[in-house]
């Protein structure tokens, strides 16, 4: 069955810091990964994806993510954490391009990040 | 990237009543779109999703004549809430993704509370 972990409900980090949000993943075939952020009663934020190439993806804001396919993670990263940064961050995959139409994405719980000054 | 414009961004209703939901893609045409619903501080739960022109394929334990969907049109889908409950308080988030994007974009949610 297909299914994402985050496996920290919280992270909590001081600004300036680096930070790591935490994904695993199960998917048949090849996946396609991706991370979103959340704003308090907003709807979500693209942020970076993996299709296929490079591991280490760039997004916006500054984070990164890199996908390993031998342990099906998909961490996100920042160098310099800002307390603006504080977020609900969320990691989503899909089946990749034989998954034809079929754009449903499985999420996983969350990650509450808070950035402390 | 693309815009999804969800309306209205909050909505309080009587028991009983109907509280529909619009979500439209505002510079591209989308087949599909994805209705969530979210409890605070929860992940994203997905109750349907809304295919223009036929009938919105619903996830299991979502009554589809409670939450009914229509996508009329290639850049407009509905969710009506029908008779409303206080149980149905909850942030409905609506996505699509367009054609030739693999990354869904998200409207800024409608918070229904139902009094």
Redesign the interface.
């Known amino acids: 069955a297909q299914s994402v972990a985050q496996p920290e409900d919280q992270v909590n980090v001081a600004e300036g810091n680096p930070l790591t949000v935490k994904c695993t993943y199960s998917v048949s075939g090849n996946p396609y990964l991706f991370w979103y952020v959340q704003y308090p009663n907003r709807g979500l934020q693209f942020l970076l994806k993996y299709i296929t190439g490079d591991n280490l993806v760039k997004g916006s804001y500054g984070f990164e993510a890199e996908f390993n396919k031998s342990q099906t993670s998909f961490h996100l990263k920042k160098p310099s954490a800002l307390v603006s940064d504080s977020a609900l961050y969320f990691c989503a995959v899909r089946e990749g391009r034989n998954a034809g139409n079929n754009r449903k994405l499985i999420w996983g719980l969350g990650t509450s990040l808070a950035v402390n000054p | ?1 693309a815009v ?1 414009s ?1 309306h209205p961004s909050w909505v309080i209703c009587k028991s009983g009543t109907s509280v529909k939901i619009e979500c439209r893609s505002l510079d591209f045409q989308a087949t ?1 779109m ?1 209705w969530y619903r979210q409890f605070p ?4 739960m ?1 109750m349907a ?1 809304s295919n223009e022109g036929s009938k919105a394929t619903y996830e299991q334990g979502v009554e589809k004549d409670k939450f009914l969907i229509n996508h009329a049109s290639l850049t407009l889908s509905t969710l009506t809430v029908t008779s409303a409950h206080p149980e149905d308080s909850s ?1 409905y ?1 609506c ?1 699509a ?1 367009p054609q030739l994007n ?8 409608t ?1 229904l509370t139902v009094v």
């Open positions: 990237g999804v969800q599909t994805f501080k929860q992940s994203l997905l999703t942030f988030i996505s993704v693999t990354e869904a974009f998200f409207g800024q949610g918070r």
